[in-house]
T-cell receptor, first 110, second 114 residues
């Protein structure tokens, strides 16, 4: 059973517009969530995180929103740039481990 | 420079052979992890370790083994019992198990069975 789900395998966005990547989770005990960016044949790099005591966290062009009642989080990238084209993974911190979603491939069109 | 080093970057194995993937970190992190990436399946947890001389199975541990004899090192052995070993393997570490911190990843090892 998949505890962290990213239901959109891919997303295309025009340069300069907003990219919104979504993630759902099933375990209400999760209390820390993260987003990673991954290029092919490389390890994921950490982007931004949010604790369950918050509903929003911003870092530059990246904002993560958490809706605990819906068990949903989203990553907003504004403005989107061609260099943002990559696979984005949502993750939740479980008991002593990180649980990842299946990823969303973002393509930013110039 | 602190970081996680995985070696080799590419590895070829004949069917029926065991192979060991190396993971070393100099971040002084307590916790270490092994993940496997297959197309469309995200990152699946193979094994994790919270402390030296202790490790736990993840979701897909069958056909794999690990050791954690030193804090810096968490090698993964892919045994001949692993039915479909061709994949991209990622090692990660985090400062303290259970803390609200991110995991740091190595650059990965691409294993191909020939």
């Amino acid at each position: 059973d998949q505890q962290v789900k990213q239901n959109s395998p891919s997303l295309s966005v025009q340069e300069g517009r907003i990219s919104i990547l979504n993630c759902d989770y099933t375990n209400s005990m999760f209390d820390y969530f993260l987003w990673y960016k991954k290029y092919p044949a490389e390890g994921p790099t950490f982007l931004i995180s949010i604790s369950s005591i918050k509903d929003k966290n911003e870092d530059g062009r990246f904002t993560v929103f958490l809706n605990k009642s819906a068990k949903h989080l989203s990553l907003h990238i504004v403005p989107s740039q061609p260099g943002d084209s990559a696979v984005y993974f949502c993750a939740a911190r479980g008991t002593y481990k990180y649980i990842f979603g299946t990823g969303t491939r973002l393509k930013v069109l110039a | 420079d602190g970081g996680i080093t995985q070696s080799p970057k590419y590895l070829f194995r004949k069917e029926g052979q065991n192979v060991t993937l190396s993971c070393e970190q100099n971040l002084n992190h307590d916790a270490m992890y092994w993940y496997r990436q297959d197309p469309g399946q995200g990152l699946r947890l193979i094994y994790y370790s919270q402390i030296v001389n202790d490790f736990q199975k993840g979701d897909i541990a069958e056909g794999y083994s690990v050791s954690r004899e030193k804090k810096e090192s968490f090698p993964l052995t892919v045994t001949s019992a692993q039915k479909n070993p061709t994949a991209f393997y990622l090692c990660a570490s985090s400062p303290r198990p259970g803390a609200n911190t991110e995991a740091f990843f190595g650059q990965g090892t691409r294993l191909t069975v020939v």
